[in-house]
């Protein structure tokens, strides 16, 4: 079982030419911008004669192995790894081929980075030993249908689906997107909807506020022949009757 898993993660590793036509493809980049990014320590023809295939005879010089995986934007060791199998030594890697094409500057990724880089990676890649539990775990047969029932019964799902659609999700970028924007949009109309005039003028209200003498409430209010008979009761009518 051992051996196994071994042959399953050792992967063939490429040589220096095929490293570097697959960056090349990848970014879009020419000879002369990838001599360029590595600050011009191998000249652009050199980049050529490595990218075609042409035969090594020894290992570079660390300087010259540093500056290939800045322009290559590739790890170190992938650089190593690529000479030595271009060398003709027989190279095998136990790491995954995004993990050595990763650049240098990962290493400046804050923990809570790399943590949910690797929750995208592991939840869009579930391994196989999860599939297989699921699948020991699932129903084969179903339940039996019952006494008068004479409908076809779909499939059950099989547990690896289940594991991928609930346990192993992939963040839905779009809808992420979805909820910004419907969030901005709400701001934007409250935003609007406290931007509208009053339907009266407050300096109105206060200036007819501020308007010396007494209002009209306080002059009904006030003893007097005519706030009197204003202000009397029905039941006054009637007394002496």
Not at 139 to 151: M, R
Request: glycine share 6%.
């Amino acid at each position: 079982m051992q051996n196994e898993k071994g042959a399953i993660n050792a992967l063939s590793v490429p040589t220096l030419a095929d490293l570097i036509q697959a960056r090349k493809a990848a970014r879009g980049w020419s000879y002369r911008e990838i001599a360029a990014r590595g600050n011009d320590v191998i000249s652009a023809q050199r980049w050529q004669q490595l990218g075609t295939g042409v035969r090594l005879k020894e290992f570079p010089e660390p300087t010259t192995v540093a500056a290939m995986a800045d322009a290559l934007e590739v790890d170190v060791a992938a650089v190593l790894l690529a000479t030595a199998k271009s060398l003709g030594l027989d190279v095998q890697r136990r790491q995954s081929e995004l993990a050595a094409m990763l650049p240098s500057t990962a290493e400046r990724l804050t923990p809570e980075q790399r943590d949910a880089v690797l929750a995208v990676v592991r939840a869009m890649t579930p391994t196989q030993e999860t599939r297989n539990e699921d699948q020991d775990t699932q129903d084969p047969q179903g339940d039996p249908p019952a006494d008068g029932e004479t409908g076809t019964r779909r499939a059950p799902m099989k547990g690896a689906d289940i594991a991928w659609l609930e346990d192993h999700r992939a963040p839905d970028v779009d809808d992420m997107l979805d909820r910004v924007a419907a969030e901005a949009r709400r701001q934007e109309v409250t935003e609007q909807e406290s931007e509208e005039p009053l339907p009266f003028d407050p300096t109105a209200v206060h200036a007819a506020r501020d308007i010396d003498g007494p209002s009209q409430g306080e002059l009904r209010r006030r003893p007097g022949k005519n706030a009197g008979e204003e202000n009397q009761e029905p039941g006054d009518d009637w007394e002496g009757a």
